[in-house]
């Protein structure tokens, strides 16, 4: 169980490391390590995702360990509420950053997916949804270059692994 302690309140992740061993691993390394510790949700779409995981709150890409290979064929689904790893047009390409479903995105999974390759899911929010939907519902704005990027800072004060 991971959790995450937001300015907007907490979430708690159960991580699936008997389907998704790479990428619960990476996942848990990054926490191990602070990697989240002061970065930001700097992406949030309403009625698909938000993404977290890359940014501190300057906008400021955190550095990041080598991508992992994508476990997308997992039986996993994209499914309200779970975690998935974000990556870009390379399906091998994730390293830090994840998204929490805010829908079901089944055009996410592997199997419906136009690259045939998906987006892996390994793990699910078991609660603090009501966070989840609050950081959803934020007004958004361009910054830095990015879009969908929250008008208010949402920052994850801490992430740590409890037993």
């Known amino acids: 169980m991971i959790i995450f302690k937001t300015n907007l309140g907490d979430i708690h992740i159960e991580l699936d490391e008997e389907r998704a061993p790479i990428s619960s691993a990476n996942f848990l390394q990054y926490v191990r390590e602070g990697h989240y510790d002061g970065s930001i949700f700097h992406r949030v779409i309403k009625n698909f995702m938000i993404q977290g995981g890359g940014f501190d709150s300057r906008m400021v890409q955190k550095k ?37 479903n805010t829908k079901d995105n089944d055009f996410l999974d592997r199997e419906n997916s136009r690259d045939g390759v998906g987006y892996a899911v390994f793990g699910r929010v078991v609660q603090g949804m009501d966070v989840v939907d609050a950081i959803e519902n934020v007004a958004t704005t361009s910054r830095s270059g990015h879009s969908d990027v929250p008008v208010d800072v949402i920052t994850v004060m801490s992430a740590t692994e409890v037993a």
């Open 64 to 100: 990041t360990r080598a991508p992992i290979k994508n476990e997308a064929a997992n039986g996993m689904k994209n499914q309200r509420y779970t975690v998935a790893m974000a990556r870009t047009s390379d399906p091998h390409s994730a390293t830090s950053q994840f998204f929490i």
